[in-house]
């Protein structure tokens, strides 16, 4: 090995395997714990909103995650722009390309809640409405997803779309519109979902997954194809940060 690929070896940037590790642990072990307590507890305590079980065992549930998950949201994404990068100029290229494997990571959790989100809570809350009785906005199906899952999922985008604009000298004072729309996707699912449990509430009751109510969904799928865009621009600047701070440490 040449004295130059020698020094470039030294000054390369370690990905962040060992907190990746962790934050998808941490992750898939939460919504598997969630998803048992939703398989054990729904048919039992679940089908009854105005029972006393399901104020206790559901609402409940929903009034504490709904504010836990907007503080860590809020704090998260506060603590980084309190934080941010004021002088892009000063950003060392070894630096620089050890953020961007810190938004790849970020960006990684982004599609394991997505996944999860869209598996597991997704798939239950559509064979709920399948064998039961639609009866409120308010179900085990519903809290699981609409208000933890789907949330999670925004949460997840948000930070790291935040990351990448308050510590990346090219995102910087910009904004990167297939990161943007990537982001966007969830967040406008959540005004379709209030049009979705209003009409089903008033004037909708067929649970047919291609109804007209359910096409506002769509704009979840649509917004993944931007993340094509993305990738190009995260990689383009990847290949020439490595060509000064060499490849990541394994």
């Known amino acids: 090995?040449?004295?130059?690929h020698v020094a470039t070896a030294e000054v390369a940037p370690k990905a962040p395997w060992v907190q990746l590790a962790l934050v998808l642990f941490g992750t898939g072990a939460v919504f598997a714990i969630y998803r048992v307590y939703q398989q054990t507890t729904a048919f039992t305590l679940g089908l009854d909103y105005f029972s006393e079980d399901f104020q206790t065992y559901w609402m409940n549930l929903l009034y504490a995650q709904l504010?836990?998950?907007?503080?860590?949201?809020?704090?998260?994404?506060?603590?980084?722009?309190?934080?941010?990068?004021?002088?892009?100029?000063?950003?060392?290229?070894?630096?620089e390309l050890r953020r961007h494997y810190v938004v790849l990571s970020?960006?990684?959790?982004?599609?394991?809640v997505a996944y999860l989100t869209a598996s597991i809570f997704t798939e239950a809350d559509a064979a709920w409405h399948q064998v039961t009785i639609r009866d409120t906005d308010f179900t085990p199906?519903?809290?699981a997803l609409f208000y933890f899952g789907i949330p999670c999922f925004i949460m997840a985008g948000v930070v790291a779309f935040t990351y990448a604009h308050t510590r990346l000298p090219k995102f910087m004072?910009?904004?990167?519109?297939?990161?943007a729309i990537v982001v966007a996707g969830p967040?406008?699912?959540?005004?379709?979902?209030?049009?979705?449990?209003?009409?089903?509430t008033f004037f909708y009751a067929e649970e047919l997954f291609a109804a007209p109510i359910h096409w506002g969904?769509?704009?979840?799928?649509?917004?993944?194809?931007?993340?094509?865009?993305?990738?190009?621009?995260?990689?383009?600047?990847?290949?020439?940060?490595?060509?000064v701070a060499g490849r990541p440490e394994v």
């Open 141 to 143: 199906t519903h809290i």
């Open 217 to 243: 969904f769509v704009l979840l799928g649509w917004a993944t194809f931007a993340a094509g865009g993305l990738v190009v621009q995260l990689l383009t600047r990847i290949v020439e940060l490595t060509r």
């Open 1 to 4: 090995m040449s004295a130059r």
């Open 173 to 179: 004072n910009r904004v990167s519109l297939p990161f």
């Open 187 to 200: 967040i406008m699912i959540m005004p379709n979902l209030g049009l979705n449990e209003w009409g089903h």
């Open 67 to 95: 504010p836990i998950l907007t503080l860590l949201g809020a704090g998260i994404v506060g603590r980084l722009w309190m934080t941010r990068e004021r002088n892009p100029a000063a950003v060392s290229p070894r630096e």
């Open 106 to 112: 970020q960006i990684l959790v982004f599609a394991v």
